[in-house]
């Protein structure tokens, strides 16, 4: 089935804790996205990737970090995870940057 | 804070038409963005404007004026399925999306 894929579905997690949100497409799109969405606020870029092999950072990239080492894969790392990164985590993806993203189904992550 | 503003909530009848507005100030514009999130999934894409003027796509419309900063959703007969929330995301010089904080549409019957 075409699309994005993300997992796990939800996590909770003690604070401290190293923790990578996985995001898989299988649509060839050249550009893909992380974004954290929270209660009263829109959709925030945390890291972008344009092409494989290169990152940029979004509007929220503090306690993150990515990797695009192929173009179908881009993970999400919190290498110590504290309470405020409690939220919806979304990766998406487009065939180039200019073009409409498509959104995976989500990672519900908790920190305790 | 996020230079783009869209209503929170918003109430309609079944059938009806319903208006949602978004302004935005920005300098750099590569077009304008809707979405639709059912509560608990993702966003899917509804429509996108780069010029000024409607685009009808069945239901729905959006329009776009890029001198007002302006674009609304326009839905028409409205279904209870439509019961979800809208977000608008204008697309920066940068080719980054900027987003509102989405507006909650409640259809009653």
């Known amino acids: 089935i075409a699309g994005i894929t993300q997992a796990p579905t939800s996590q909770i997690l003690a604070a401290g804790r190293r923790m990578t949100l996985r995001c898989t497409q299988d649509?060839?799109?050249?550009?893909m996205y992380w974004y954290r969405q929270d209660l009263g606020l829109g959709l925030r870029l945390i890291h972008y990737?344009?092409?494989?092999?290169?990152?940029g950072k979004g509007e929220v990239p503090d306690g993150y970090s990515v990797s695009r080492a192929n173009t179908d894969d881009f993970p999400l790392t919190l290498a110590s995870a504290v309470p405020s990164q409690t939220s919806v985590y979304f990766c998406?993806?487009?065939?180039?940057?200019?073009?409409?993203?498509?959104f995976g189904p989500g990672t519900r992550l908790t920190v305790l | 804070g996020q230079n783009i503003d869209q209503p929170t909530e918003m109430t309609a009848t079944e059938g009806a038409i319903v208006q949602i507005n978004c302004t935005y100030q920005t300098s750099g514009f590569n077009g304008l963005f809707w979405y639709q999130q059912h509560a608990g999934e993702a966003p899917t894409f509804l429509s996108y404007?780069?010029l000024d003027g409607l685009e009808e796509k069945g239901r729905f419309s959006s329009f776009l004026s890029r001198s007002k900063g302006y674009s609304y959703l326009l839905l028409k007969e409205l279904q209870m399925k439509d019961s979800a929330s809208y977000l608008c995301?204008?697309?920066?010089?940068?080719?980054?999306?900027?987003w509102g904080a989405g507006t909650k549409l409640i259809i009653k019957p």
């Open positions: 649509m060839r799109h050249n550009a």
């Open positions: 998406a993806s487009s065939d180039s940057p200019e073009d409409t993203q498509y």
């Open positions: 404007n780069v």
């Open positions: 990737s344009n092409t494989a092999g290169t990152t």
């Open positions: 995301a204008y697309m920066d010089s940068n080719y980054q999306l900027i």
